[in-house]
Nanobody
């Protein structure tokens, strides 16, 4: 059974940075695209960033472009989200996810991903 564990969330001030990590086990990590999604209170889970098998095919939602950087280290079975210049609107629970199928270009829909971490809370105060 695949397991994903997020870490690195916390409470920060506007303009600060955080780095989220997602450790993956139970699936051949290097053969799967990965993604970060977030969910604010009373809102649907939304796409944040995705990354392809070897670190290519990166895509970001418009609101984080230029501020967030997704990356992965296949030797460590870990995906990261570097978040800079954080804003209050970034406040949400952040989830990592692994794609349903190996060797696929990452999509932006939550329906493309079949296993999720428990989430890590990011709170940005003004």
């Amino acid at each position: 059974q695949v397991q994903l564990v997020e870490s690195g969330g916390g409470t920060v001030q506007t303009g600060d940075s955080l780095r989220l990590s997602c450790a993956v086990s139970g699936r051949t990590f290097s053969t799967y695209s990965m993604g970060w999604f977030r969910q604010a209170p009373e809102k649907e889970r939304e796409f944040v960033a995705v990354i392809g098998l070897s670190g290519g095919n990166k895509n970001y939602t418009d609101s984080v472009k230029g501020r967030f950087t997704i990356s992965r280290d296949n030797a460590k079975n870990t995906m990261y989200l570097q978040m800079d210049s954080l804003k209050p609107d970034d406040t949400a629970i952040y989830y990592c996810a692994i794609h349903k199928f190996p060797f696929r270009v990452p999509g932006r829909s939550v329906r493309d991903y079949d296993a999720w971490g428990q989430g890590t809370q990011v709170t940005v105060s003004s």
